[in-house]
């Protein structure tokens, strides 16, 4: 563990643009990278972890940047046949990114935990960063609207998010405890920065995981976050609506107040700015910025202020 180190906690695509900031500045060995895998799924016999693979796919520089997951230049092939057998032809899944699913299957049949097997695939995709699963047990987000209960991928994608909901369930949280190293890596980080993610379903999934919000708070001066809504909604996803569901204030001061117990710094849009005072009533300083990461010039600004930021 070197002292310079850095601790990020990740979700998927908000988090990945950020993350692909961040390593054009940042030595990959540095990166600690905890990703929520509270939206694993298996489909087809595969183990998958969206968030994992996102993040995966950036750091190895194979995503595809347009879309923001699964590889660039995919082809669905596999998928066109596996529809005719299946009625879950919903979820995207790419011929190159099967194989991830189908290598991470087959080590978990040998026994190997989604740590292990993380380590593995990054190693073999020559990745130098340190990604971390945020706990080996299972975890499932269901989601409940009036078409019935669903897993959160169904929800996002087959659903859009378009649905009412009505409840937010979290599928083996309760036994979750983190991947060996993470509270270590919190306490003795240079900075452990929050990226802008879905706060309900990507981070806070990894903040219900035993004793990370706790090892958070206490190192709450280093903990830095970037607010992933902006002018009252979500840049993408369906994070504003399971914050209204969930009866919050849908703004970054909404976000503050689910963070305020460990959060030191708050990185929050330009067009929030009027917002900023509130944040900081609740002891939170409170940093306006361009936060809209549109191209790579823009997630190296955003990432450069982070790491400029004196704590
Ligand atoms: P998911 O698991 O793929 O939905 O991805 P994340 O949880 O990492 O990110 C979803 C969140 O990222 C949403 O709430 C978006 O509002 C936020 N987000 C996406 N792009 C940006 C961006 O460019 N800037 C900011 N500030 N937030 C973003």
Not at 28 to 47: R, Y
């Amino acid at each position: 563990m070197n002292e310079n180190h850095y601790v990020v906690l990740a979700g998927g695509v908000g988090a990945a643009k950020f993350i692909r900031g961040l390593t054009q500045l940042v030595k990959p060995e540095l990166l600690n990278i905890i990703v929520n895998t509270g939206d694993d799924i298996e489909l087809f016999g595969l183990k998958i972890c969206p968030d994992l693979d996102i993040i995966t796919y950036t750091l190895a520089e194979l995503v595809d940047n347009e879309k923001g997951w699964g590889f660039k230049n995919e082809t669905f092939n596999c998928l066109h046949i596996l529809k005719k057998f299946y009625d879950i032809g919903w979820f995207n899944l790419g011929d190159k990114d099967l194989a991830t699913h189908i290598y991470r299957t087959d080590l978990f049949n040998r026994g190997f935990n989604k740590a292990e097997i993380t380590n593995l695939i990054c190693k073999d995709l020559r990745i130098k960063s340190h990604l971390m699963p945020m706990c080996n047990a299972s975890v499932e987000t269901f989601i409940t609207t009036p078409k019935g209960k669903m897993h959160f991928e169904e929800y996002f994608i087959k659903h859009q998010c378009k649905p009412e909901i009505l409840k937010i369930e979290f599928k083996g949280i309760e036994e979750a405890v983190p991947v060996e190293g993470i509270l270590e890596y919190i306490e003795k980080a240079k900075k452990i920065i929050i990226c802008p993610s879905n706060p309900i379903v990507s981070i806070g999934t990894i903040l219900q995981v035993k004793g990370i919000r706790n090892a958070l708070s206490l190192v709450k001066e280093k903990v830095i976050a970037i607010s992933p809504i902006i002018e009252g909604a979500s840049v993408k996803g369906p994070a504003d609506k399971m914050m209204r569901y969930l009866g919050l204030d849908v703004s970054c001061v909404g976000v503050a107040r689910l963070y305020h117990d460990f959060l030191g710094h708050f990185i929050i849009d330009d067009r929030d700015f009027d917002l900023k005072t509130k944040i900081e009533k609740l002891g939170i300083k409170t940093y306006p910025y361009d936060t809209i990461m549109t191209n790579l010039r823009k997630k190296i600004e955003l990432a450069q202020f982070v790491l400029n930021l004196e704590i």
